[in-house]
């Protein structure tokens, strides 16, 4: 099996401290927080935008550290605006204190979608949990304006996949998005059924390389700034997976678990359970695409798959 197609090279998030501000770039600070996994790499970047007026990206996870830490940062500002790009526990649950503190609204595309009970294996442990009690104050559709910053207008770009809830938020005054999971500076996203979605996340993708924006902001990892080169590798990386998944059914490969050995046998064992999400978002897709079929009435994580 020739190699998938590679990620693009961003340099490591290593010179930084957690809980310490950055300044990093003329209207956006970024605060860390402490809460490194081998999913949310250093920890989920939280982003203060503006200057006395100002919007929060990605509050964060409920941790004292963190809290404190953007508390005393924003102490003589003006929240204006609690933006949240999805809600996964490492994103969200903070956002429920700091509207509490400030009086801002949240606003987010809505609450989280789908989540099947009879799924074992959801990405509810498969990543960060879910955080189900998030409900937006605001609800923002894609193109909405959701704050004012620098003279210019901050807007939702509503990029399902990862979930079905996804935005990114555009800073026009910087031509800079802030990606959340939707595209990050360390890795690939999970796509988890039954809420994220293979077709989606690649439609979502294409949209965000139409946009031509100069930097793009991710909640893990550094920033982009050659963001057409990276976003087209970052394409290529996820069809040259789907054709590699296509070519294991093709083979004989009929389980999930018999393609992750052979599609990830270079990557850590401990990553194979959210490789094998991903293996089975690119397999709905390609069931839906008629070119592969399942032993079931619809495709699963056991499902038996064969070539159509």
Known sequence: MAAVHPIPFVPPLDDFEYGVVEQVSPLVRRIIADNPTKYSYRGTGTYIVGHGDVVVIDPGPTLDAHRNALAAELSGERVRAILVTHCHADHSPLAAWLREETGAPTVAFGPHGAVDPDDDESDVKVEESIDLAFVP??????????????????????????????????????????????????STTVVSPPDGDMRAYVDSLAKVAGRHDATLWPTHGNPITDTAPFLDAYLAHRLERERQVLAEVRAGSTTIEAMVAVLYADVREELHKAAGRSVFAHLVKLVDDGVVGTSSERPTLKSAFHAV
């Open 137 to 186: 104050d605001v609800v923002a559709a894609d193109g909405d304006v959701v704050a004012e910053i620098g003279g210019a207008a901050m807007r939702a770009v509503h990029t399902p996949g990862h979930t079905s809830n996804h935005l990114c938020f555009s800073l026009e005054a910087e031509h800079a998005l802030f990606t959340g999971d939707h595209v990050m500076g360390w």
